[in-house]
């Protein structure tokens, strides 16, 4: 099994997974920076010139969600014998798909990254952000995790986080739940393992 990933938060999701999971996998390092996501190998891959990608023996797997829900199929883990708990899991994975990932992502992009500041652009992602904040913070002061019990929502969204954090446009002390949940999962071996051997293997 082989694993197409960079040290972005999309790219971390999938060996989180891999080693709660317990599978055995290896790291392919695409360089975004360099623009790997771009050559015609990885285009065989995924069409959306993006990471990760799964590869395991005859089945090839692009967008994260997918390849979460894929691996839960797989191996069982964290999969609810009911529907209703089934389907919250899904509605927050989803959430974190559609609002949380996109959101963030262009936060960082014109607080941090653009080469021009708009300050339109900068308050209206800073304030999405923040709203989707209040919407994790909400959720968490009634469960401690986001569908209840740990799983692929939370695998899928810490890293987002994570990345608030480390590029300081989430100020986590504001959001007392969500800073427990997050420190929560950012004790767990498997996760301590993820990000060391992404970080090795993306230098």
Known sequence: MKAYVWKTPNGYKIPIMLEEVGLTYELVPININAKEQFTPEFLALNPNHKIPVLVDGDITIFESGAILLYLVEKTGAFQPKDLKH???????????????????????????????????AMKRYADETNR????????????????????????????????????????????????????????????????????????
Request: glycine residues 4%; aromatic residues 14%.
């Open 86 to 120: 089934k389907y919250e899991i899904v509605e927050w994975l989803m959430f974190q798909l559609a609002n949380v990932g996109p959101m963030f992502g262009q936060a960082n992009h014109f607080l941090n990254k653009a080469p021009e500041k708009i300050e339109y």
């Open 132 to 203: 989707l904040m209040e919407i994790l913070e909400t959720r968490l002061s009634s469960a401690p995790y986001l569908a209840g019990e740990y799983g692929i929502a939370d695998i899928a969204t810490w890293p987002w986080v994570r990345s608030g954090v480390r590029n300081e446009y989430v100020a986590l002390e504001a959001f007392p739940q969500t800073k427990q949940w997050y420190e929560e999962i950012e004790k767990r071996e498997a996760v301590k393992r993820a990000l060391q051997k992404v970080d090795e293997a993306c230098k």
